[in-house]
């Protein structure tokens, strides 16, 4: 990075790069910043700057030169700090980037929606513990969290607590007991959004995050005896009656990623009456996530991961009844996602028939590499100069 006025240097990782320059380019501050997290830097020097930039404390303004430091530069840090915490298997690095994290989100005063957002985003990416004392900053972390995301607000700040959900979800995977917590208060508020017009909740931001938030919390929908088979159906009743569309669509989502054999019928049931423009991508999608996820979950587990010919069959069917671009290509995409080989031909030809048109041709060539079909690449090839061509 160049200035006119001069630049600062730190040293990270053992490599000379620039940090915060003292100048008034704000794109040079915020990229100076992000960099400390880039490489990864656990420096208690290079910390100390990093948490000065987001508390807008002394070491930060010293570091860029000004009385004090500008929102979307303390942002920046707060990215470049849940990259240094995502990397860092030292406790007491963790738990001074946390604490200072938590402590920020409960400063009601100075507290900017930028900021915060990277503070929640940044406590999220703290790794699961191996270790007593890691536990103990986990809860914290999440206690902090729900306390943020309990407090009564406006719906402007509404929208910064709606990314909390998410990052709870991500915590608290490893704790059965903070799972629950989780859950039990998602579910309230997601029935609350549908069902209640009193309610002061009322940015819908928060609704799609808790819908979001229960795929990852959520154990399978096997049958009606499955533990969270009402909170399934909640969800399946979100997607049908809720006011909100982008609430809809995560709800269904989430069903795909929660999967099992209730959630999978309901999905299939979805595709053949769902508004082939508009809701159709949403269940295509749903239905790509559940096999995708039902592959990874038996490669974890070292068991064979066998794909699902009765969804990846409904899919390549559902492309002939679609017309609009974007259907189209989700519909491809998710076929990608069901890892199902035996629909490479029709994709192949798909490809073809649609070689320009870069509205879906894209999402073919996507989903044929996704597939991992060796045979596409001599197709792709020849389609190369043309597609070249087209664009000059």
């Given at each position: ?25 704000q ?45 979307r ?17 030292d ?35 703290l ?9 103990i900053?986990?809860?914290a ?12 607000l ?5 929208l ?28 309230a508020?997601l ?13 819908h931001h ?5 819908a979001?938030a ?14 969270d088979?009402a909170?399934?159906k ?35 049931s979805?595709?053949d ?24 979950r ?40 069901c ?14 028939e649609?070689a ?37």
């Amino acid at each position: 990075f160049q200035a006119e006025d001069g630049i600062r240097d730190y040293k990270v990782t053992g490599v000379q790069t620039c940090a915060l320059p003292i100048c008034h380019d704000q794109e040079i501050r915020e990229t100076a910043a992000l960099c400390f997290g880039i490489a990864r830097t656990q420096a208690p020097d290079d910390l100390d700057i990093l948490l000065g930039l987001i508390a807008d404390g002394e070491a930060g303004r010293a570091a860029t030169g000004q009385a004090r430091v500008d929102d979307r530069t303390r942002s920046f840090a707060g990215y470049a700090l849940g990259l240094v915490l995502q990397d860092s298997t030292d406790n007491r690095v963790r738990h001074r980037i946390v604490t200072q994290l938590m402590d920020l989100l409960a400063a009601e005063g100075t507290r900017d929606r930028n900021v915060a957002v990277a503070a929640i985003a940044a406590i999220a990416q703290l790794p699961s513990p191996s270790s007593p004392a890691a536990e103990i900053l986990r809860d914290a972390a999440c206690a902090a969290l729900l306390k943020f995301y309990r407090l009564e607000l406006g719906p402007g700040e509404q929208l910064i607590q709606a990314h909390c959900p998410p990052a709870l979800a991500q915590l608290a995977a490893t704790s059965p007991t903070l799972a629950a917590a989780a859950r039990d208060l998602f579910v309230a508020d997601l029935a609350s959004s549908l069902d209640q017009p009193g309610n002061k909740r009322t940015n819908h931001h928060l609704a799609q995050s808790c819908a979001m938030a229960l795929g990852a919390l959520l154990r399978p929908w096997e049958d009606d005896a499955s533990p969270d088979a009402a909170t399934c159906k909640l969800l399946l009743r979100v997607w049908h009656e809720h006011k909100d569309p982008q609430t809809r669509s995560f709800a269904l989502v989430s069903l795909g990623r929660i999967g099992g054999k209730a959630a999978r019928a309901a999905l299939l049931s979805e595709l053949d009456r769902a508004n082939r423009s508009i809701e159709r991508p949403w269940v295509v999608l749903a239905l790509g996530n559940l096999v995708a996820i039902r592959h990874e979950r038996a490669l974890q587990s070292g068991s064979d991961a066998e794909p699902d010919p009765q969804i990846a069959k409904a899919l390549i069917s559902a492309l002939a009844d679609v017309k609009n671009p974007n259907a189209l290509g989700a519909t491809a995409i998710a076929i990608g996602m069901c890892q199902d080989r035996s629909a490479c031909d029709a994709l192949s030809a798909l490809l073809q028939e649609n070689a320009n048109r870069d509205d879906f041709a894209g999402h073919v060539a996507i989903a044929l590499a996704m597939l991992g079909d060796d045979r596409s690449r001599v197709q792709l090839r020849e389609m190369l100069p043309q597609i070249g061509r087209a664009h000059v």
